[in-house]
Structure formats: structure tokens, C-alpha cells
């Protein structure tokens, strides 16, 4: 009698000491982030794409680099943006045409987007979706200047619209 009373004392009194196996592990893994500054577009205080005074039945074409506007009168201006973000890296373009309007009668805008580091002579020309480009590595910024055409108005009026151009990095 005394051992069956002393077998189940011994084991309660085991039993707190951890003679059982566990059954934990642990693992670890590294965690790493690239943090770019934000991409940055500003259209130029001052600049925006104005075709001046345009004839019915032409077609007026506004060079970005501003060395041969065609069947306009009258000042006129290109749009210049400034792009600045992360020194080194590749960005892309999109765009689209635009719609100006008088409210009743259309005109389509055709953008032409030129693009350098700093020179509007030197830019050269860049597709929606084109390849991507480079901030410098002197300097994070880059310029475009938007020139384009319009379809040949056929109504006289004052036409007004919006272009969109959007950057991201590649």
C-alpha cells in the first residue's frame, strides 16, 4: 500500500519540473526598404500651352523647343514642367490628347513633349509610354516642354481645355 501511494506523489511532483519535451522553435528573417523621395511634377509658374491667334482652316503647330511655330499670330506660349525625385533613378511618361472646347465645338490637342536635364535646345523628343529616362546624377531633376498641334478649327470662338501628364518611376 505504501508504494501505490508513493508512485502517484512522485509523478504529481515531476510533473511541474518540465520533464516533458517542448515543442517550440523560432526563425527570424531580414527586412529591408528602399525609400525614393516622391516623384515630383510642377508645371513652370507663368507657362502653359497657348496657340495665340489661329485661322479657321489651319492647322497651328506650337514647337516645344520654340524654334519654328507654325500658322499661329499673336503670343504664344509652351508649357515647361519640372520633375525632381530620387538622384539615379528611370521615370516614364504618359499622356494623352486633349479636348478643348467653346462649349459647343471641339478642337483636339495633339501634345508634342520634348524633354532634357536643363536645355530646351537640346531636348529631344518623348512618346507617351516611351522609354524611360534618367534623373540626373548631378542633379534630380529633368524639364519637358509641351508644344502640339490642334485639329483646324472651324468655328470661330475662344477654345479652353486641360492637358494631363503623368510621371512614375520605372
Known amino acids: 500500500m505504501k508504494r501505490t501511494l508513493t508512485i502517484p506523489i512522485l509523478i504529481a511532483l515531476l510533473l511541474p519540473l518540465g520533464l516533458f519535451a517542448q515543442v517550440t522553435d523560432q526563425a527570424s528573417a531580414s527586412v529591408d526598404a528602399v525609400v525614393q523621395q516622391a516623384l515630383d511634377i510642377e508645371l513652370e509658374a507663368g507657362?502653359?500651352?497657348?496657340?495665340?491667334?489661329?485661322?479657321?482652316?489651319?492647322?497651328?503647330?506650337?514647337?516645344?523647343k520654340e524654334a519654328s511655330h507654325q500658322n499661329v499670330a499673336g503670343t504664344v506660349d509652351v508649357?515647361?514642367?519640372?520633375?525632381?525625385?530620387?538622384?539615379?533613378?528611370?521615370?516614364?511618361?504618359?499622356?494623352?490628347?486633349?479636348?478643348?472646347?467653346?462649349?459647343?465645338?471641339?478642337?483636339?490637342?495633339?501634345?508634342?513633349?520634348?524633354?532634357?536635364?536643363?536645355?530646351q535646345g537640346n531636348a529631344t523628343d518623348w512618346a507617351s509610354g516611351g522609354p524611360a529616362r534618367t534623373l540626373g546624377s548631378g542633379s534630380p531633376n529633368y524639364k519637358l516642354w509641351v508644344g502640339g498641334s490642334l485639329s483646324s478649327p472651324t468655328v470661330a470662338a475662344?477654345?479652353?481645355?486641360?492637358f494631363t501628364i503623368t510621371v512614375d518611376y520605372n
Open 47 to 64: 507657362t502653359s500651352v497657348d496657340f495665340g491667334i489661329v485661322s479657321i482652316g489651319q492647322v497651328p503647330v506650337l514647337d516645344p
Open 79 to 119: 508649357a515647361e514642367f519640372n520633375i525632381t525625385g530620387s538622384q539615379g533613378t528611370n521615370f516614364t511618361l504618359t499622356y494623352s490628347n486633349a479636348t478643348l472646347t467653346d462649349g459647343t465645338n471641339n478642337l483636339t490637342f495633339t501634345p508634342d513633349v520634348e524633354g532634357h536635364e536643363s536645355t
Open 158 to 162: 475662344t477654345y479652353t481645355g486641360t
